[in-house]
């Protein structure tokens, strides 16, 4: 065993990639509010989800099955990456002065540069053994949708990413690699679809938004029967195959002999908070571990969903397509400030990681822009990963945390999880550098106007 402390990375053989996903369905105290069919108001049955899913991915997002073993075919192509590495901070810990111990699960060693492929390659397996030979997708800022296009590609599948317009204008590189993994990406709004030509009509200059292109996939997903849709978030497979991470780091922990006090990780939809967490949710539920970790989930200021949010059944688009789910959420119809960490910048949240916050099992803390950058700098600076703007929160969590540590003279010993590298955004470091980067305030009156609109779901 490695003395704790002594590693900087910590690393497993392939022969230690997990063999299961964990579900904390099986394990929560209280379970969420089930999703609600948006016409009957009722939970919608199997069927009514198969236009859009293959039933293998339906029986995940139900099941209160505590494992699933994960298909030989899947765990081949996580070869390419995993297990990703963990950590010790050692060069951040000594600019902070900290006594703290910090490490962090980097996943941005994926071929999409980010945690989003460790659920996109699960998805495309079981559509394809399902007869899918389509995909189609939403994307901000290109994470998911490059995730998803490189998934496609390794199991012989068509796509086609809804990309946000504001990120198809100002944001190239992600989509070349679609492009290049031989995935399709129209802007969004499009005219390719109702929803798409009617927001257009109300609004040429639209920005689009998350809500707008998940409307526009669904919707085309539900009209062809070889095309399936896919999510990148939000829904309980998704954060089912992202547990893949917190087991990983479990194992990497017992190596060094050491185990966190506090979890953090960034929370857009929930997946790779959820992924990270959850395995040491499990060991806290069960009382199968050497402490008790508190888990915080990192959110922006400007779309502050977990902290500001209502608890409330919301539907997950903007059009308003989706089933509705029970979830901290600022209206379907919120389109959050133009922020650099486009994967925050979703209204909702996993209807999971939502009941964990409101049952007091998790802590939500939202950042403002400025001060992330600033901890992603410092962190650059000394660890020498660019992170991405999305996961620079949960770095922001961490230096928090260990400040606290140093104000309060008490060691402790602090996870994050660094889910991307941030080489495709760099224009965002650009105008930090530059000190253009600019905070934007609580949106009160585009939350208001947005919360007026939540569905009527009657005794909800
Ligand atoms: C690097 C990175 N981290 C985190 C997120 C947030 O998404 P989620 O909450 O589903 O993990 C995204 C979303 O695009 C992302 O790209």
Known sequence: MTQPGAATKIVLPESEIPTRWYNILADMPSPPDPPLHPGTKQPPAPEDLAPLFPMDLIEQEVSGQRYFDIPEPVRDVYRLWRPT????????????????????????TSPAGSHKPNTSVAQAYYNRRAGITRLTTETGAGQWGSALAFAARQFDLEIRVYMVKVSYEQKPYRRLMIETWGGEVVSSPSRLTASGRRILEDDPDSPGSLGIAISEAVEEAAGRKDTNYSLGSVLNHVLLHQTVIGQEAQKQFALVGDYPDVVIACCGGGSNFGGLAFPFLHDRFTGNAPKAARVVAAEPAACPTLTRGVYAYDFGDTAGLTPLMKMYTLGHGFIPPGIHAGGLRY?????????????????????????????????????GIIPAPESAHAVKGAVEEALAA???????????????????????????????????????????????????????
Do not use: C, N, W
């Open 406 to 460: 140093k104000a309060e003279g008490t060691p402790r010993t602090i996870l994050f999880g660094l889910s991307g590298h941030g080489h495709f955004d760099l224009a965002a470091y650009d105008q930090y550098l530059r000190g253009r980067l600019q905070d934007y305030e609580y949106p009160a009156e585009m939350v208001e106007k947005a919360l007026a609109d939540l569905p009527v779901v009657p005794g909800a």
């Open 85 to 108: 590495p963990l950590y010790r901070a050692h060069r951040l810990e000594r600019a902070l002065g900290t006594p703290a111990r910090i490490y962090y699960k980097y996943e941005g």
């Open 347 to 383: 209204h909702g949240d996993s209807p999971i990681v939502s009941k964990l916050v409101r049952d007091g099992h998790v802590q939500a803390q939202a950042y403002s822009q400025v001060g992330v950058f600033e901890a992603a700098v410092q962190f650059a600076r000394t660890e």
